[in-house]
């Protein structure tokens, strides 16, 4: 294993203690000083806000490199298929820790957090990511997929907000809800044309065909399939989002309405 490798695998290890000691250790501690809310949730939920923390954190880094990766890497940007993958494998690396870490949660907590949809996710993930850490293809493919964790702190905030008792009608709900739909539109759907575009741009060439079947397969097949899975999320949050905005309006309208009466 040449000495690149060893430091792959060695970040990839880091990360996976990293995010360990963050969900047990550092969220917990640090939940109870920022929020009064965290020592009335039940155990159940502490499992999951703790989780959910963690993975607002995991998305930050991992997004705030994706953008430095797009920016400065012109190695990467130039040669999507084959470019240096370096910066990418590092940023890679890290998710794959994470990945790892928070599927020996889910397994352990089981009746707390367990979901197979997320099983199922994690694992289709780590097979692409195969093909990045140890054979150096699609660098700009990968990244541009983990752009899409940007989404992510909104989604976790909702949560964070519905198991405080905010009520769906307040303004800082109401505030996520659109910053929510707004970003995961963004990262995930306004994104697309760009993404298949530089995909058309590279198939049939001889980089493309360099590229073995399994890469191949876990990169157009796993593209598809989530881009239908996003569209239909997207769906679904603009219809959520459009909801907690009504009803604001009508609240907002009754309260109008008997201070009128009054």
Partial sequence: MDPFSQLILAIAATSFLAFQWLFHKCSPW????????????????????????VSTFHALVVGLFCVFIFLFDDAVNKDPVWGDPTLVKINVAVTTGYLISDLLLIFYYWKE?????????????????YFVLGQGMLPYFANFRLLAEFSTPCVNQRWFFEVLGYPKSSKPNMANGVAMAAVFFLVRIAVMP?????????YGTEAFYRVTWGGRTAWIGSSICLDIMNVMWMHKIFRGCYRVLNSGQRHKTNMQENGKTD
């Fill in 194 to 202: 760009v993404y298949y575009s530089r995909m058309y741009s590279v």
């Fill in 113 to 129: 957090i367990g979901d197979k949809f997320f099983v199922v996710h994690h694992l289709a993930a780590l097979y692409a990511y």
């Fill in 30 to 53: 640090v939940s109870t000083r920022l929020s009064s809310g965290f020592c009335h949730l039940s155990e159940k939920q502490k499992v999951e806000w703790n989780s959910r923390t």
